[in-house]
């Protein structure tokens, strides 16, 4: 199938690439750009691994066609950390083991740096709802819910 | 070592360190299975039968392979005949022959250029099926009257008369059951079912293999035991095993399921056909549910008996178990888990392993434990209902412990049963008050934990940091538990250590991260090898000290002289030898390599509080703990971690999970949106407490700790909503039509 010439911005970056309709953002990021870290656990929008930012949406990157990224704005997990320093979620999720294999990691930590962008101050309860689209099968969700809520903390602290 | 020696503080072991790599992993730059791609690499993908059991009739591929961009296409015939044994069945599972045994079960695969035109090739393969009888459920499967999946499946094992599909019959126990029945003031039975689950890793399996027609190869690939997709690949494939490479990439999750072959003599047999070059396969999520290795589905039959004030008498269980069309379910397993944690006068097992049109089961995390412990641990509740009796005492005074012969035979050495009953009776969760449609349950876990087969190696860096060489792939945090080990052993610090996962050719044969085995097996033979190397840095001062080597003695990173005979002499620092090494004898490195023993036996116990929707069925968890023996605590967090993830992948099972079925025999639910495993929201915290009765035969008193959580929340949970509502579930999933049905005619779901 003919490819299609796509313009977007990632992570600040201007980036160019050329796609066959039927792929996916997910498969752009990974395939054509060389950005492994979102990750693709379903296809099909129900595990979050691929989350990204899309124009200021929380967004499943595998519901994303690649050529919808036309003229738009996308950040990946590979955009997250500072120039010298993580983000405050990556590093809490270090020190507080919020992580087991890592391969969810990406996508919850888009997903919880989207929420606390907008509410700095959540109930657990709002952290637990908010995730529930981003699966992670290995910690039992305890120390990720842990991790957002006191960087939430820190966030607050040093405002 | 003894058993004081086990008792000292450490400076390392039990603090928690961020994790090696912790800065790849939320970063994105960790390299996964599909997160590779090589010059000229091909995509893979498989055909798959739509059929739970067919008769394959033919195959023709000719249009398919005239698409622009084909550039292989394999079924059957492209592997080696004359194989048998479990290697057939290895083979047979990764791609089929004659028949097709289950719904997904490989028939051929491609390679081309892009995954498009793989995937539009598969579907110009034209293949004629003749449809054949099919079954599903274990109780039908092992009727006589059941279709067959296989002729002459059955083992020796096997008693005259039973179904075809039997594929063997175990059978063991100890002691009078009758008399020990004849003896008991109550005798209950009853029958449990336990639906397959899915591990539910969220990483699809994924690899990239190359392999040149003189049978030399590479593979990089998501498993949890690189050694064992060698060791199987190489068999279904004919190769020399030392001639294939394997390296593991970072992996994401296993839980068992990524101890086996699956896509990967594919891929192999794929880049063999079109030239040598790199294939890569990833699988669909669709694919993993379908055609992995999903756990068993388990029938149970459970006969308790018990004296009024609370000790056991006798027992005896039959558990019927599918582990798909080749055998292999954990029913063995299962049968030793049963009544572990109990001295039980007189024990009684049965055991059948039965065929079934489904995907072959692989492990799932403690195999068989949790089914078993689904049957035992409701029906011991439901006996302490009858007599009124406390959950945790009657557990407790039936408790096994040090010296204690086991229901299926070993003898147990110290463990931790008694201290985790007491931890958890004693924690704040066992007494909070509980409202209306409220619950609360107890139940008690076991594993017996896995050595195996273990080397490694470590070696000294110029400036006396320490590198770790280790075969077993890091799923939960194994780096830092293994560096701590490390550090502790040299007396250097955590961060002076780096531990690397090597491919098959940098060590002996490494067993998988299963068993519960990593932090174990290789945190003992890194003790052992780093110890080789403290001790040829004390040969070394010796002689430069001109001193007997006896002499110098290993301290918190330094070699010193042992006592004023020896001499007056300053210590040397580790970093002091190591950047003399040249003119002392060369590089120091040290290696270990044994089939580790002595692995702890773990025990668990875990306290639910649920609510129940009367009106919906639907239950709520409100607060979880898991106690549990960890031997040593090496990371506790990660130690946590282990508890917590395996008490939430119970939940799953008792609450959601299950492979639901057409009559077509077809799995109806092959995505996350239908194959629900729990979201945050579903869940509260998990408390947790870390019992350490350190396990007398490693060294740093470690006993694996992966694995035993994840039994005790199926009969937890039935237990507790038993309490809340008076309704008995005896089969799982506990799904909110199931529990309202219960509720309303009382009915157990078998």
Same mark, same amino acid.
């Given at each position: ?159 | ?29 960790? !390299? ?33 392979? !005239? ?17 048998? *044994?479990?290697?057939?069945?290895? &083979? ?82 100890? +002691? ?48 949890? +035991? ?78 308790? *008996?018990?004296? !009024? ?106 463990? +931790? ?58 799923? *939960? ?42 932090? &174990? ?38 070699? !010193? ?24 004898? *060369? ?164």
């Amino acid at each position: 199938m003919t490819k299609i010439h796509v313009k977007t911005n990632i992570n600040g970056d201007k980036v160019e690439f050329l796609t066959d309709p039927r792929e996916t953002l997910l498969d752009c990021l990974r395939n054509h750009i060389g950005l492994t870290g979102s990750k693709e656990g379903c296809g099909t929008g129900d595990c979050g691994a691929c989350s990204c930012i899309f124009d200021g949406n929380l967004v499943s990157s595998c519901l994303v066609l690649g050529v919808e990224a036309e003229g738009k704005s996308i950040e990946t997990i590979e955009g997250m950390a500072g120039e010298k320093e993580l983000h405050p979620l990556q590093k809490k999720f270090i020190e507080m083991a919020a992580l087991q294999c890592g391969f969810c990691t990406p996508g919850i930590l888009i997903a919880a740096k989207a929420l606390l962008d907008r509410n700095n101050d959540p109930t657990e309860s709002e952290v637990r709802y908010w995730l529930a689209g981003n699966l992670c099968r290995c910690t039992g969700y305890d120390k990720i819910i842990k991790a957002v809520m006191e960087t939430a903390k820190d966030i607050r602290e040093t405002a | 070592m003894a058993k004081d020696e086990l008792a000292k503080d450490f400076k390392y072991i039990g603090t928690r360190p961020n994790r090696p790599d912790g800065y790849d992993k939320v970063t994105g730059r960790a !390299k996964y299975g599909a997160d590779v791609a090589a010059v000229g690499m091909l995509h893979g993908a498989v055909l798959r039968s739509p059929y739970a059991h067919a008769r394959i009739t033919s195959i023709n591929f000719e249009k398919a392979s !005239k698409l622009d961009g084909v550039k292989a296409i394999i079924t059957r015939d492209d592997f080696p005949v004359g194989i048998d *044994g479990d290697t057939l069945n290895l &083979l047979e599972n990764t791609i089929a022959g004659e028949f097709a045994y289950y719904d997904g079960h490989a028939i051929a695969a491609v390679a081309a250029t892009t995954v498009h035109i793989a995937k539009e090739a598969i579907n110009e393969i034209e293949v004629e099926y003749e449809v054949l009888p099919h079954v599903i459920d274990v109780d039908e499967a092992i009727k006589p009257d059941a279709p067959v999946i296989k002729n002459n499946a059955r083992d020796f094992s096997v008693p005259e008369g039973s179904s075809p599909n039997v594929a063997s019959y175990i059978e063991f126990g100890t +002691g009078d059951i009758d008399g020990g029945f004849d003896k008991a003031d109550l005798v209950k039975s009853g029958r449990f079912k336990t639906e397959a689950a899915h591990q539910g890793y969220i990483e699809p399996h994924a690899c990239m293999a190359q392999l040149d027609h003189d049978g030399q190869g590479e593979m990089w690939v998501c498993t949890q +035991g690189h050694w064992y997709i060698r060791q199987m690949c190489a068999s279904v494939l004919g190769l020399e095993a030392s001639k294939l490479c394997v390296t593991p990439s970072e992996i994401g999750g296993g839980f068992g399921g990524k101890t086996t072959i699956f896509i990967e003599p594919l891929a192999l047999a794929l880049s063999k056909k079109s030239g040598g070059r790199p294939v890569k396969i990833v699988m669909s999520r669709a694919e993993v549910l379908r055609a992995t290795g999903p756990t068993a589905s388990a029938s149970m039959d459970v006969k308790i *008996g018990i004296t !009024k004030d609370g000790y056991l008498t006798s027992g005896s269980v039959e558990f019927r178990m599918q582990g798909g069309a080749f055998g292999g379910s954990p029913v063995s397993e299962a049968l030793q888990c049963a009544f572990a944690p109990y001295n039980m006068p007189a024990a009684h097992h049965i055991g059948y392993d039965i065929l079934a049109n489904r995907p072959r089961a692989a492990a799932y995390r403690a195999p068989g434990s949790p089914m078993a412990a689904f049957a035992v641990e409701s029906l011991i509740d439901e006996i302490c209902t009858d007599l009124n009796l406390d959950p945790i005492d009657v557990r407790l005074k039936n408790a096994v412990k040090e010296g204690d012969k086991s229901s299926y035979g070993p003898k147990f050495k110290k463990i +931790g049963l008694i201290e985790t009953l007491e931890a958890a009776k004693d924690h704040p969760n066992y007494s909070i008050s509980l409202g209306d449609n409220q619950g609360r349950g107890v139940a008690a876990g076991y594993w017996m934990n896995h050595g195996g087969e273990t080397s490694v190696s470590v070696s000294l860096a110029e400036d006396g940091s320490v590198n770790v060489t280790v075969g077993t792939p890091d799923i *939960g945090g194994s780096r830092a538990s293994i560096a701590l080990m490390t550090a502790e052993t040299y007396g250097i610090p955590y961060d002076s250590v780096r531990v690397n996962i090597a491919e098959t050719g940098a060590l002996g044969f490494n067993e998988p991260t299963h068993g519960s085995r990593a932090t &174990l097996a290789s945190g003992k033979a890194v003790y052992e090898a780093a110890n080789q190397t403290i001790s040829e840095m004390c040969q070394r001062v010796a002689r430069k000290w001109q001193i007997d080597p006896d002499a110098v003695f290993w301290e918190n990173g330094y070699a !010193k002289p042992a006592g004023a005979n020896a001499g007056d002499f300053s210590p040397i620092s580790i970093k002091q030898i190591a950047s003399e090494m040249d003119q002392t004898g *060369g590089p120091i490195a040290g290696h270990h390599e044994a089939s580790i023993r002595g692995v702890g036996h773990s025990f668990g116990v875990h306290i639910a509080d649920v609510e129940v929707d009367p009106e919906t069925g639907r239950i709520t968890v409100l607060r979880y703990l898991v106690a549990q023996d960890a031997g040593r605590a090496i990371h506790p967090s990660y130690v946590e971690g282990q508890f917590q993830g395996g008490a939430v992948q119970g939940i799953g099972w008792a609450l959601n999970e299950e492979y639901v079925y057409g009559a077509d025999g077809c799995l109806q639910n092959a995505a996350f949106l239908d194959y629900r495993v729990p979201v945050a929201s579903d869940l509260p915290n998990i408390d947790t407490i870390i019992v350490e009765v350190p396990n007398p035969d490693h060294p740093f008193g470690v006993r694996g700790v992966g694995e035993t959580g994840i039994a005790p929340p199926l009969p937890a949970l039935a237990n507790a909503v038993n309490a809340a509502v008076g309704a008995r579930l005896r089969s799982l999933p506990m799904s909110p039509g199931k529990v309202l049905k219960t509720i309303k005619t009382g009915e157990d779901g078998c």
